[in-house]
């Protein structure tokens, strides 16, 4: 079974719905992370967490929350969807101490 | 503002040539910058990473710093078409709550 895990793999919604992404792991990680990939732009951080109190925001969190509802699980969601958040999304995890990020195998999500 | 910046490409090496890809970062203060590998519709690999004070060699791949200049560089020697990939580069920044910041990325593809 895969270490990182993210549901679901694919998604298509319209403009202004509400969408959860999620993402599992059984690393036992304590860090956790939700990066979005654009064609030209790259990895770009959108939130991350240290542990299951610790929720940070990255560098393009607007339109977006998190919730780590426990060390394994950290969700994403896009409360009122929009175009411009079509995007390959990924979630990564990392232990303390190490340096070394395991990402998940994304989500592709398209927003209409 | 945190930039990572990599040319795009695409960069077309003969199997068995030494492959050299290259990525300039903006803050002064980064301490650790690392290499990832990301095939056509797969998630980033780590392949290696380095801190400030010194180049790493693991295998046919060596990551060395210039820190003057402000830029990492990855070398793959004799390259094989499994090479062929997206080899994006990261940067940890400290100041920014050890946020991790990816360039767009560099594709290479090896010729048999």
């Known amino acids: 079974d895969a270490d990182v895990t993210q549901t679901p793999r694919n998604r298509i919604t319209k403009t202004g719905k509400r969408i959860m992404l999620e993402c599992s792991q059984t690393?036992?990680?304590?860090?956790m992370y939700w990066y979005r990939q654009d064609p030209g732009l790259g990895l770009r951080l959108i939130y991350y967490s240290f542990d299951v109190k610790d929720i940070n925001k990255g560098e393009i969190s607007d339109g977006y929350s998190v919730s780590r509802q426990a060390q394994a699980k950290f969700s994403l969601s896009l409360e009122s969807a929009i175009p411009n958040q079509t995007a390959l999304y990924f979630c990564?995890?990392?232990?303390?101490?190490?340096?070394?990020?395991?990402f998940g195998p994304g989500t592709r999500l398209l927003v209409l | 503002q945190k930039e990572v910046e990599q040319n795009s490409g695409p960069l077309s090496v003969p199997e068995g040539a030494i492959a050299s890809l290259n990525c300039t970062y903006s803050d002064r203060g980064s301490q650790s910058f690392f290499w990832y590998r990301q095939y056509s519709g797969k998630s980033p690999e780590l392949i290696m990473f380095?801190?400030?004070?010194g180049d790493k060699e693991d295998g046919r791949f060596t990551a060395q710093l210039n820190k003057a200049s402000q830029y990492v560089s990855l070398l793959i020697r004799d390259s094989q078409p499994s090479d062929s990939a997206t080899y994006l580069c990261a940067v940890r920044y400290p100041n920014t709550g050890n946020q991790f910041y990816f360039g767009t990325g560099t594709s290479l593809t090896v010729i048999p």
């Open positions: 690393k036992g990680h304590d860090r």
């Open positions: 990564a995890t990392r232990d303390r101490g190490l340096e070394t990020q395991y």
């Open positions: 380095i801190y400030s004070n």
